[in-house]
């Protein structure tokens, strides 16, 4: 073979590396969402990943929410035991340094799910809801550990527009929060970004997840 045949060769190949290496979470023939479901075994995990190809059962009820403290909460809003505690502690640490950060959704039923969904279809269209909805017995609210906060400008539709949400940004960790739907992640969650979503996961699993700027389902794809 020729030098000159062999360098472009070697050129081709190395362009091919690295447009695999930028490419490699998009799917060019269709979604990969919503295929090959597979039922949850391990639902009470603090880490458990629900997602759209990750599925919970209808008659799943976490065991042990409580209820939030209305001081940290819009209205009558339910966690998990350890969830909620962190939240509660979250909030009044950054009410201390003059912010407020208020639950604004928290556990919602698959029976709650379903009708939301359907909301969105019926309102928005299939493929809108898809985007900012999860079909019932995939959405984290069902786990009792995922959370929509809002700031003091009473809109969890604007948290990033709040002064609270750099704070959550920074700290949200620290309490074993981590942002669910991040921006520049969404052909890997499946969801647009959503700046007022989080979702407890433990302070050791959250630190982990903020210092790589990884997703869920990069942890779990990551730890394994």
Same mark, same amino acid.
């Given at each position: 073979m020729k030098e000159e045949t062999f360098k472009k060769c070697v050129y081709v190949v190395l362009f091919l590396l690295i447009m695999l290496f930028y490419t490699k979470d998009i799917h060019f023939f269709g979604t990969h969402f919503y295929e090959h479901i597979k039922q949850i075994k391990e639902p009470n995990s603090i880490s458990v990943l629900v997602n759209k190809n990750n599925q919970l059962a209808a008659d799943y009820i976490p065991h042990d929410l409580e209820k939030i403290s209305l001081d940290y909460a819009n209205e009558e809003q339910y966690m998990r035991k350890e969830a909620k505690e962190h939240f509660e502690r979250l909030s009044e640490d950054a009410r201390k340094l003059g912010y407020q950060i208020i639950a604004s959704s928290? #556990? %919602?039923? #698959?029976t709650y799910q379903e009708r939301l969904y359907h909301y969105y279809i019926e309102t928005k269209g299939l493929e809108y809801a898809d985007l900012c909805s999860a079909r019932p017995g995939h959405s984290e609210h069902q786990t009792g550990l995922a959370i929509d906060v809002m700031g003091s400008n009473q809109d969890y539709d604007a948290f990033a527009d709040s002064i609270e949400f750099p704070w959550m940004t920074e700290n949200a960790y620290k309490y074993g929060? =981590?942002? %669910? #739907?991040?921006k520049g992640k969404e052909n890997i969650t499946g969801f647009k970004y959503e700046p007022w979503h989080y979702r407890y996961v433990? =302070?050791? =699993?959250?630190k982990i997840i903020h210092e790589n700027n990884w997703t869920l389902e990069e942890y779990h794809t990551n730890k394994e």
């Open positions: 928290t #556990y %919602r039923s #698959y929060f =981590i942002l %669910r #739907y991040p433990g =302070i050791k =699993i959250a």
